[in-house]
């Protein structure tokens, strides 16, 4: 900690009492525990894809990254990139890691309430959800790519929860997110389209200062993303800092000598992001020796992922759709699923109308819950007669509705929506998924997607 005085210290938790301050992360470089060993998420990965994939990773780096692994696959006679997409959602399904340290230390730093993640993984969210809420999913999550573009649903002075950004895209089994410069590179041409950039997200990373943490862009990246970030010359008198924390760019003399001409308001710190984060909950901790328990308990919506299965249900069914939930996103599937019975107010009232307009898929749970007359003015009503009145304006034949049914209710009952009663129904009891119901959605969503794209 010699490098970093009291009053670096001193202010950088300044900044973050006053609300001031944006966590930029990479999570796929932070050391995580497998198998009684710590290695990089990025290198543990690209490791057990070469091995599906049956890659030698002779030639390459030690540890290897996912980028050469992908580079070197896609070399091999009929290689299918879109291939690598499904296969690396497996691998890091299949893995089953919890979140790293560094991470957990972040989310312990209560008044940090945007985070930006250039990773796909859901390790960041996990993190704050296990720190701030008992394990429990209540982060928001908005997830940019170049085909789905989306942004925060409210300035972030509005936002009502802990939100986590995946500015380069989220893991899932369409290609819509990065496992590749090449793909790093379509998603900052995209960012550059004022129409597709997040405008709401990048006013506020110009306005706040920001902490990169273990994000090892090349030379030419971080210099993009910083310009990027702040919109207008890095050289310009600005009121904002970045703390940009990683040995490698301390130690790129390019970088290096490039940021302390042109943009003196960065300044590189050269601690490991593991070292940086423990010190950094220290010191708030002992500033607020109750911090994490000041969090709000309380319940909150989860907002729109554009394009996501948007997933409803009686609050009488919460325990046994929870479980469907998870196993459509394990097999890389988005979706909305409101684990809060709160309801009311024209905030929820405008995100709850945007998931559904926005979903690729809707799905009604069935239940003797939502069948009992004593709930016909329950809130389900209304998400199922709003996807009702979105499907009267799609072709008959089109894919929208995926009725389930979890215990004996009557199946296409008068009481339902039209067009519900004329969907394809699937029968689930107790909401216990099997292969063929999580193959079933997981093609309709890609069908979907690829449309989306291709539109």
Not at 82 to 87: G, K, P
Not at 231 to 245: I, K, Q
Not at 342 to 351: H, K, Q, Y
């Amino acid at each position: 900690m010699e490098e970093l005085d009291e009053f670096f210290w001193s202010d950088l938790l300044d900044y973050i009492d006053e609300g001031r301050v944006i966590a930029v992360v990479d999570d796929g470089l932070l050391p995580v525990s497998q198998d009684g060993r710590s290695l990089g998420f990025d290198a543990l990965v690209a490791t057990r894809l070469a091995e599906k994939l049956r890659i030698g990773l002779t030639g390459l780096d030690d540890p290897p990254r996912l980028d050469d692994v992908v580079s070197r696959y896609l070399l091999q006679p009929r290689a299918r990139k879109e291939d690598l997409y499904v296969r690396t959602s497996q691998v890091v399904r299949d893995l089953e890691i919890e979140p790293p340290q560094a991470l957990l230390d972040l989310a312990a730093v209560c008044p940090f309430d945007l985070f930006v993640t250039l990773s796909f993984d859901g390790l960041l969210t996990r993190a704050i959800d296990l720190v701030r809420h008992g394990g429990e999913a209540r982060t928001d999550v908005v997830t940019f790519s170049p085909n789905r573009p989306a942004d925060l649903p409210l300035p972030r002075g509005r936002l009502t929860s802990p939100t986590v950004f995946h500015l380069l895209g989220r893991q899932s089994s369409a290609p819509d997110w990065v496992i590749c410069d090449e793909d790093r590179l379509e998603f900052l041409h995209a960012l550059q389209d004022d129409a597709r950039r997040p405008k709401l997200l990048f006013d506020a990373l110009r306005d706040d200062h920001l902490l990169l943490l273990g994000c090892r862009l090349p030379d030419w990246l971080a210099r993009f993303f910083l310009r990027a970030a702040k919109n207008e010359r890095l050289s310009s008198r600005r009121e904002t800092v970045e703390y940009l924390v990683d040995p490698m760019a301390a130690r790129d003399p390019a970088l290096k000598a490039f940021l302390a001409d042109f943009s003196p308001a960065t300044r590189v710190v050269s601690l490991e992001p593991t070292v940086f984060c423990a010190e950094l909950r220290t010191r708030w901790v002992q500033r607020h020796p109750a911090g994490v328990a000041k969090v709000p308990s309380t319940p909150v919506a989860q907002r729109a992922v554009e394009g996501a299965v948007f997933i409803s249900y009686s609050s009488q069914d919460t325990d046994a759709v929870q479980g469907l939930a998870r196993e459509l996103d394990a097999a890389g599937i988005d979706v909305w699923f409101d684990r809060s019975e709160l309801r009311g107010g024209d905030d929820w009232e405008r995100n709850i109308r945007r998931g559904v307009d926005t979903s690729s898929l809707f799905m009604p749970v069935i239940s003797r819950a939502t069948h009992d007359p004593g709930r016909r003015r329950d809130y389900f009503w209304r998400e199922w007669m709003a996807a009702d009145e979105r499907a009267r304006g799609m072709a008959p034949d089109e894919p929208f509705l995926v009725p389930v049914v979890i215990d004996d209710t009557p199946t296409y009952g008068d009481w339902l929506p039209d067009r519900f009663r004329s969907a394809q129904w699937m029968t689930l009891p107790g909401a216990r998924t099997d292969e063929r119901f999580v193959a079933h959605v997981r093609d309709l969503y890609r069908q979907i997607s690829s449309r989306a794209r291709r539109s």
